[in-house]
């Protein structure tokens, strides 16, 4: 089991992958915010699945993307509304 000061330094060490995948996906700062957010929580949530087969870096990656990916697809679900 990972430790949670490992998973914060993990994060640190690596925030530019989600800094960037976030101002990538996201169309503005509080979408970026919420992007970097969602990102962070679901590294935590896969934190203790992390074999160590690849770099931290390449997972964390991939979790990123992954986790954009979702994000912009729920948001196209939303579709947009339009008042009258």
Known sequence: ???????IQDIKENEG??????????????DQK????EI???????YDSFKEHSKISTWMYRIALN?????LKKEKRKGTRISI
Not at 1 to 7: E, G, I
Not at 17 to 30: A, M, V
């Open 17 to 30: 992958i989600i800094y960037k995948t976030s101002r990538i996906y996201s169309n503005n700062t509080e």
């Open 34 to 37: 919420d992007l970097y957010q």
């Open 40 to 46: 962070v929580y679901q590294l935590w949530k896969s």
């Open 1 to 7: 089991m990972h430790s949670k000061k490992k998973f």
């Open 67 to 71: 986790t954009a990916i979702n994000n």
